[in-house]
């Protein structure tokens, strides 16, 4: 079965500054997806960014964008310019052949610091 | 545009009691899904459903039911409330199958068994 890994479970930035969030995951599949989502304090889950496994340009969002590195099993946000809207739990997720079944890794408590 | 939209938000249960979380969307998506999010943990899927009258388990299902009468509402009904069940419970749904689909979810119930 598909793991996705998150091994910090707390960063911390100061505002304007640029950190990186980390996810690894394991599969065997060759075609599938990866997706960030938020969750400030509402709790409301939000798509922040999404990379398809077989593009190998980096997604970019605006002042969000993944490194994506395929056979590393790698994908990290990066977030530039970090504002205090950005302080949330960060997830990273993985959806392949199973469709149905979107895989999460544990989460990372970010903290944007005036 | 309301989205995902999940009642109660909060809900206290003694150990044996019974109660249905309710969930709707109004955006005309065939897939729906709960979830469940405990403390340091990711999301994990309890059961999803592809249409109106077709449901199926997910990866903890146990202790749980779900019914899809209609498109838009996918009830999650717990029987004999436990208190491995306190937990944040997520509603979800998609457009279609397709893996880059981004899920939609509610605001969470937060569900404490005592």
């Known amino acids: ?114 | 545009n309301a989205g995902v939209t999940q009642t109660p938000k909060f809900r206290i249960l003694k150990i044996g009691q019974s109660m249905t979380l309710q969930c709707t969307q109004d955006m005309n998506h065939n897939y729906m899904y709960w979830y469940r999010q405990d403390p340091g943990m990711g999301l994990k899927l309890i059961y999803y459903s592809v249409g109106a009258g077709i449901t199926d388990k997910g990866e903890v299902p146990n202790g749980y039911n779900v019914s899809r009468s209609t498109t838009e509402d996918f009830p999650l009904r717990l029987e004999l409330a436990a208190p491995s069940q306190t937990s944040v419970y997520f509603c979800a749904s998609t457009l279609g199958q397709a893996k880059n689909t981004e899920a939609f979810f509610g605001q969470g119930t937060r569900l404490t068994v005592v």
Do not use: H
């Open chain 1, 1 to 114: 079965a598909q793991t996705v890994t998150q091994s910090q479970p707390e960063m911390s930035v100061q505002e304007a500054e640029t950190v990186t969030l980390s996810c690894t995951y394991d599969t065997s599949e060759s075609d599938y997806y990866l997706f960030w989502y938020k969750q400030p304090p509402s709790r409301q889950m939000i798509l922040v960014i999404r990379q398809e496994a077989y593009k190998q340009q980096n997604a970019t969002e605006n002042r969000f964008s993944v490194n994506f590195q395929k056979a590393a099993k790698s994908f990290s946000l990066k977030i530039s310019d970090s504002q205090l809207g950005d302080a949330a739990m960060y997830f990273c997720a993985y959806r392949g052949y199973n469709n149905n079944d979107m895989r999460f890794g544990a989460g990372t408590r970010l903290t944007v610091k005036p």
